[in-house]
RNA sequence: GUCCCCAUCGUCUAGAGGUUAGGACACCACCCUUUCAAGGUGGAAACACGGGUUCGAGUCCCGUUGGGGACGCCA
């Protein structure tokens, strides 16, 4: 049987973390075993269901690389189908008819909350005659569901897991109005899809027992069922806008790669070993539901922002200067002729001092800064007139500097310090001042190399003159 | 409240009865060093608790505690 599985997300939100994995671990197992992977919006809710939801939800999964098989299913266009089912069910028997008011409903709500039961339907228009119904009520569609016995699940990843069929109710089918319910939808659905394979959240597994039954009912073969642990906040709690349930896009706005998201979401609730890092090929040729956890995982920027740093060093230079380009964009800069140049020189030192695309691209700015060269308030400090002093006297001695390479660069500038009594550690944090506008950057030398002899000594006698405006510190 | 699930360093996890309980992130120290990273070396850091079963339990069973999830004419 060849393997068939979907990622059904409903379209009232952004796609965030959980989702993420979730169509994730869908993908890699739809690879492994040479299945489909397919999407399915489900949009039956048409209050909360939004088109600026389902571009971004397609988006996310887009950048991510992790688009379907085939062109998304919307559930909306499949009622007919839905009530079709509901009306076969109702006609054999396994399905009912019940004039339940809201009120009604809520009163059995609130006497069960009185007792300290389950809040459940009393099924009783169960068995009642239709003639008895109540003129002028439009009806809902109810499951007949088992009263006695237990239901089992047999998932993937939970095991055996069972409940007394008293703990279930009999779930609506059909709304008033006509509508079909998410219940029915997902069971209809997945089985004209021809899914194999239900992979999705813990938060479903509930919902497992009631779809079993109702593919008993229709006669339809059970999906294997795999549900996988959830992804909580830092603090175990459910993930939440404050902890980084954010649309994953965010994370490719903060400069994030998407292999890096990839691989970082792998590994939580996942793993194969001590093996910390996956390609591709490997992800998919190791991954299996067997080597999925049972507890839930919580999300951690740190480790999220060092599997990125890791990634990111993997790029080729020029990758990361095609990546980079719309962060220094967002920072007013381009990287053309000569910026692209020194971009280039600069990148292996760049990248390894870079967690992200947002973190490369400001630490690349002082290449493409036009003169004078705005210096964060932290290096200002270090150009105090002494300094000032020392670095208009540093130009000269640079000018006539033939060979402007590194490690005559180096020479020249330590015997500069020694002669004039300073520390070369001073005078090299004055010197990183001048060059880059802050006391953070790559080697110092090699910084002059690329940026050259005639920039180099422009921005010594910015320094010099003490022409520098103080960054307002946004990069 | 009822039902279901979960429980190894702060975090992600390895561990399928006998291990000095391993790795990664983060943290600390040292090395390197012109800053910051990167890199290298080392360190601190865990089997929630209580009962069983067993010659032997992080591993199996039960309970407790803690956490999470589900309980809609939402999905």
Redesign the pocket.
Known sequence: MSVVVRF???P?GYLHIGGARTALFNWLFARHHKGKYLLRI????PV?STKEAVDAILDGLHWLGLDPDEPPVF?STRFARHREVAMRLLAEGKAYR?????EE?EAM?EK??AE??????DGRWRDRDPSEAPPGV???IRFKAPRTGETVIEDLV???????NE?L?D??LL???G?????L??VVDDIDMGITHIIRG??????AFRQKQLYDAIGAPCPAFAHI??I?G?D???LSKRHGALAVTEYRAMGFLPEAMRCYLL?????Y??K?FFTDEEAIALFDIS?V????????M??L???N??FL?LKSDAELIELVRPFLAELGLTAEGEGARRLAAGMP?LK???RTLVELARGAAFYLRPRPLPVQPEGAQRLDAAMREALRALVPVLEAQEVWE?TAL?ATCRAFAETHGLK??NL??AV?VALTGS????????VMVILGKDEVIGRLEDAAAGRNPIADGAN
């Open positions: 059904a997300p409903s009232t489900e949009d039956t809710d909360r559930q019940c004039y339940a008011t809201p409903l709500r069960a909350r300290g039961r389950p809040m459940r339907y439009p009806p809902v939970q095991g055996t897991v069972r409940v007394a703990q109710d779930m609506v709304r008033s109005d509508t079909p319910t998410y219940m939808s997902v813990h938060d479903h597994l509930t919902n642990p959830l909580h830092p175990g709690t459910k590994r939580l609730g996942w793993s070993g001590d910390e080597g956890g049972r507890s839930p995982s919580r999300f951690d740190a480790k922002l060092s599997v740093a890791h060093r030192g390894a001092r870079a590194e180096e070369f550690a090299a944090q990183r006391l953070v950057s790559p080697g110092l030398f090699e």
